[in-house]
């Protein structure tokens, strides 16, 4: 405290002696320091632009062109600017981010992790935020309770462990990591990792924030510098302004069916024009976040009003006055080149809803009725859900209560269930207060925790089968087959929180609130008038609950506990380093057909229980992908038996007898949630190669930190030469090198066989990581 009030004084010195605000951008970041540290929330927040404008400053005279926001705030963070190599699409940039968060499920590993490089402390600001384990079953009160019970050892483990390094700690019941990192730690320049792929919902408020691995998280943590392939900038100008029933929503919908779910792969997608100042801060952070579907590395949104207010309101003014005084470096530069410009006029944007199983399916709200009726979707609306990461904010659930209202207002329900989930503490305590909750309960809504629940498929379903043919529609971002219930017959649609209310008071897909009338119980005909809601609340935010825990400045007595009987919790043990030779005669384990998520790869739902026990998680492996060899889920011929069994089983059984083997998959593998089990777990049971048409960018790296070979087809259609009882050998591994192709031959059954090329991307870091077996062993090599 006698830091922070020093500091305090010295800053309110120099104002005194009458020095100009622009002259202390440095005084500025620490008197921010000592702001922030006197709240409840983060001792070590610190604002400093004047490190990012002097990177910029270097990066500025080197390159000697116009930069993108993008590009200012990514370079800004370099940790050579003099000496790193940029160019777009191509060079390795070495990175310096402000800070990591992690959320409960991914944190499990990534803690592991760290405890496992054997470092002390955090070397940089970082925090926990638990919302993935709370299960929606009946109301938000009775599930945390629940949850509470139920994950007492994961929350004892996180606890402790984020007192023990230096961690900040979010209890249950505290809100969605995306949530909390907007309310209080994102700002305009900021660069943040999180083991989350909805991460770059902090691009709303101006930062880069990018979703990554629990391994990459461990580097930051342990102050190695981050490696991120130099990002392409895909430009999205925005003309025009939102009115009626559009909504920030649509913007991300539109996108998402013009780039397609891999569309964005390599690029950050930077928004800009003067539609820009048509859409809440809350509003750009809902584009950001479903951002992740295309692809891309992240979204981002140049600095404005709307942000400064927003700054404001959550109680970071002096923030706000640090980044208007430094606005220069938070917006694009005049004359910036994009590598792919898409344009959209806001006031021509029509209410989109996507889907079914794949969210670049984009449908206009007045089209979805005949499309659905002549693809033999179910029109009924079973239920509509509204809150998510994505669409939670004060102004997304005042514009749902005003279509409740009107509702209520004729007599009017819900025809459909109808859930509704706060983004966090904050949120939920503000509506119940200003009484949105309540008309959202009266027109049939329950309220959730404020967690992700159904969002993930936390979501203990009951009113439909399993396999029964059914509708749901949601605000969330992602809608791949099952994830959110489990059923894989379940068609979900994501829209925006005002559609999805209105569909669900109608019952129906063919109802378009556009033009079409409700009928009252008086036989009455009436159409909504489009959505209402303030941006912001007139009164300051209600912060609810205290949720938040500190880390000790001492933590030298804290104990973390890991029980070696636990089924939820085990300690890792390092991978075996490469023994120099190549991989020869590896079995096809599996050849995926078609899109493979990494929620085929490692599913979540009643799995996430499990994400801090590697040998248990590794039990669904692959379970959810389709088997080219006889279009079945979780149904592999083992190759030295002949019978078939679950692809976790015969994985188990080839490394038992000591055969490594390889998983053959097609476009965008791996795509989705950026969970590292997905690359834990086939390099726990044996695997060494992942061979693809094409990867997603997160999955990408999270193979190659765990010490396997991700590889893709030189000859996309060399997929279709590899048959599943090949044995594959990779040819070349002991001259590996960047850029240098590696051959594999593929060896048939009847006795002929085939070479085909396979391409990489490995630097020359990565390839020591798969040298030394994982990143994590290299780690230790170098301490």
């Not at 993935?132 to 996180?158: S, W």
């Not at 979707?377 to 509204?386: D, S, T």
């Not at 007898?657 to 777990?681: F, K, M, P, T």
Request: glycine share 10%; hydrophobic share 35%.
């Amino acid at each position: 405290w006698v830091k922070y009030c020093i500091i305090l004084i010295f800053f309110l010195l120099q104002l005194a002696l009458g020095h100009g605000v622009r002259r202390l951008h440095v005084s500025a970041a620490l008197f921010v320091k000592a702001k922030v540290a006197m709240s409840r929330y983060e001792p070590t927040t610190c604002v400093n632009y004047q490190k990012l404008r002097s990177n910029l400053d270097i990066v500025r005279k080197r390159l000697d062109r116009p930069l993108t926001l993008s590009e200012k705030i990514v370079y800004g963070h370099l940790d050579d600017p003099s000496g790193q190599e940029i160019v777009r699409g191509r060079t390795y940039l070495r990175l310096r981010p402000d800070r990591v968060a992690m959320q409960d499920a991914t944190a499990q590993m990534a803690m592991l992790q760290f405890i496992s490089s054997g470092l002390p402390r955090v070397a940089v600001p970082s925090t926990i935020h638990c919302d993935h384990l709370i299960e929606a079953q009946v109301g938000g009160t009775q599930d945390l309770q629940r949850a509470k019970e139920v994950n007492q050892e994961v929350y004892n483990f996180l606890a402790t462990s984020a007192a023990k390094y230096g961690v900040g700690f979010w209890k249950p019941g505290s809100g969605i990591i995306h949530q909390i990192i907007l309310e209080n730690y994102a700002y305009p320049g900021v660069m943040v990792i999180g083991t989350d792929s909805h991460t770059p919902n902090g691009g709303g408020l101006g930062g880069i924030c990018i979703g990554v691995g629990g391994a990459d998280a461990v580097d930051v943590m342990a102050g190695i510098p981050w490696e991120l392939k130099c990002p392409n900038v895909i430009g999205v100008k925005l003309t025009g302004s939102l009115s009626g029933w559009t909504s920030p929503k649509d913007v991300i919908l539109k996108v998402a069916g013009i780039l397609t779910v891999k569309g964005g792969t390599g690029a950050i997608v930077e928004y800009h024009g003067p539609g820009v100042d048509s859409i809440s801060c809350t509003g750009m952070g809902t584009i950001c976040n479903m951002g992740a579907e295309i692809g891309a590395t992240t979204s981002v949104f140049p600095y404005n009003h709307r942000m400064k207010t927003y700054l404001e309101k959550t109680g970071r003014g002096e923030i706000a006055t640090l980044s208007e005084e430094n606005k220069d470096i938070l917006v694009p530069d005049p004359g910036c080149h994009y590598d792919q410009l898409i344009e959209i006029n806001l006031s021509e944007l029509k209410p989109h809803i996507n889907g079914p199983f794949t969210p670049d399916l984009a449908h206009p709200v007045a089209e979805i009725g005949a499309v659905a009726e002549k693809s033999g979707w179910p029109l009924e609306v079973k239920v509509g859900l509204i809150g998510s990461c994505t669409n939670s904010s004060y102004e997304d659930m005042g514009r749902a209560a005003s279509l409740a209202k009107q509702a209520l207002d004729h007599g009017l329900k819900c025809k459909a269930q109808f859930t509704v989930t706060p983004g966090s503490e904050q949120i939920r305590a503000t509506i119940e207060r200003d009484g949105y909750a309540k008309i959202l309960r009266d027109v049939g809504g329950v309220v959730l925790a404020n967690a992700c629940g159904p969002c993930i498929g936390q979501w203990d379903r009951r009113d439909v089968k399993k396999g029964e043919k059914n509708t749901i529609v949601t605000s969330f971002n992602r809608n791949f087959t099952a994830r959110n219930d489990a059923n894989p017959a379940t068609h979900a649609f994501v829209t925006s929180p005002e559609i999805v209310t209105a569909l669900a008071i109608a019952g129906t897909l063919k109802f378009n609130p556009e033009t079409d009338y409700l009928t009252a119980p008086n036989g009455e005909k009436f159409k909504l008038v489009p959505p209402t809601g303030d941006e912001l609340p007139t009164r300051d935010f209600d912060p609810g609950q205290d949720t938040y825990q500190q880390p000790p400045p001492d933590s030298s007595s804290v104990h973390v506990d890991v029980n070696p009987q636990s089924n939820r919790l085990q300690l890792l043990e390092p991978f075996e380093k490469w023994d120099g030779r190549d991989l020869e005669d590896m079995q096809v384990l599996i050849k995926v057909k078609g899109k493979c998520t990494t929620d085929h790869i490692s599913a979540a739902g009643p799995w996430l229980k499990f994400r801090g026990h590697l040998d248990n998680i590794s039990n669904n492996l692959l379970i959810g992908a389709v088997n080219i060899e006889n279009d079945a889920v979780n149904k592999v011929r083992n190759q030295l038996t002949g019978e078939y069994g679950g692809v976790p089983d015969i994985a188990r059984y080839y490394k038992k007898n000591g055969i490594q083997w390889v998983v053959v998959g097609d476009e965008n593998y791996g795509e989705g949630s950026s969970r590292e089990h997905a690359a834990l777990e086939p390099r726990h049971l044996g695997g060494r190669v992942i061979i693809v048409k094409s990867f997603a960018r997160i999955h990408e790296t999270n193979l190659k930190k765990q010490g396997l070979l991700p590889l893709t087809f030189a000859d996309p259609h060399d997929y279709d030469k590899i048959r599943p009882d090949d044995k594959i050998s990779i040819i070349g591994l002991k001259k590996f090198a960047p850029g240098k192709p590696l051959k594999a031959v593929l060896k048939h059954s009847d006795g002929s066989q085939d070479t085909i090329q396979l391409n990489h991307t490995f630097n020359e870091t990565q390839i020591e990581w798969f040298q030394a077996g994982s990143a994590l062993n290299r780690m230790k090599e170098l301490q």
